[in-house]
Structure formats: C-alpha cells, structure tokens
C-alpha cells in the first residue's frame, strides 16, 4: 500500500502541473487533491523537490527497463524526444526549475546510456577500437544533451525528430560539410 500512496502523490502532483505552474504548486494543494494527510506526504517524500526527482528517476527507468533496438543514432535522440515530448509538462517545469541540475544529472546518464546501447549492438558495423567507441559514445551524449537542452529552452516548439532527420540527410548528401568544418 506505500508504495501505492507514493504513486498517487507523484501522480497528483503531475495532474497539478496541467492547472499551474510548479512553483506554484504547494504540499497542501497535492494533500488536498489526493485525500491523504500532511504526514502522509512526508512520510513518502522530503519536499516538492523529492517529488519531482521521484517522477524523473521512474521515467528515466523505463527507458533503462525496456532497451530498444536502434538502427541509427539517429533514433537514438528521437527516443529521448519522444520521452520528454510525452511528459511535456513534467519535463519543462523541472527543466526550467530549481531541481534543473536533477534533470541534467538523469539527462546525460540517459544519453549515455542510449548511445552506448546503440554502440554495443551496432559495433560490428564499425572497424574501431574501445577507446575510438568510448570517444565516440561521448561526442554523441554531449550532442544529444546540447539539442534536448536547446529544444527545451524553446519550449518543445518545433519537431525535433524531423529536424534531427534533416540534418541526418543533409550531412549524408552532401560528406564534404564534416571535411570543410573540420578543416584548420
């Protein structure tokens, strides 16, 4: 049953988040909506705060639970997308939040993740050695991590994934652009 009022707290706190913003949100208002007591709330959680990270840290775990086979990285970014766009109001509230640091922390171990996951199945294809992998895993979480940031700063207001298909075709039709914009 704790673990079922947890849930329900984190849940309600979420609905919330449709009506206001979360600064706005206060202990009371989550008590009152979802029926249970003060202690109660603070029995499960410390604050707002451990609320919010509650719901990142379950989030972030069903991407961890449940890989995905990803045949380019392509749609490894459009995973996260995806993730973030689905839970738009949880997602730009903590970012724009006091708990961002949070967010940043649980964003870049999901990257990481996807990423490395991506290699790992996909390193046949490759003729590279560990370091040139990890070197590689790296380059594209900190990419991934600087466009989700740069699509959250503008609010989710345009599709990321076909912009991220845009330029996957752009660098593919025209290879000369990775020689002229490395070139000293």
Not at 25 to 37: A, M
Not at 80 to 86: F, N, T
Request: one cysteine or more; hydrophobic letters at 40%; glycine letters at 2%.
């Amino acid at each position: 049953m704790s673990g079922f009022t947890k849930e329900i707290i984190a849940r309600t706190f979420t609905e919330l988040l449709d009506e206001k913003p979360m600064s706005k949100i206060t202990v009371k208002d989550i008590v009152e909506h979802c029926g249970v007591n003060r202690n109660t709330f603070y029995y499960h959680f410390r604050d707002i705060p451990d609320v919010v990270e509650f719901i990142l840290k379950k989030k972030w775990d069903e991407i961890l639970e449940a890989p995905q086979e990803r045949t380019s990285i392509t749609e490894c970014v459009e995973e996260m997308a995806a993730l973030i766009r689905e839970n738009r109001k949880i997602m730009l509230n903590v970012y724009r939040s006091v708990k961002r640091d949070t967010f940043l922390i649980y964003l870049n171990d999901v990257a990481s993740y996807i990423v490395t996951e991506y290699f790992n199945k996909n390193v046949h294809k490759f003729h590279l050695n560990e370091k040139e992998i990890q070197m590689l895993i790296k380059y594209y979480k900190c990419i991934f991590v600087g466009i989700l940031m740069e699509w959250l700063d503008h609010g989710l207001d345009y599709d990321l994934a076909a912009e991220m298909r845009q330029v996957s075709e752009l660098l593919e039709n025209h290879p000369e652009l990775h020689a002229i914009m490395n070139r000293p």
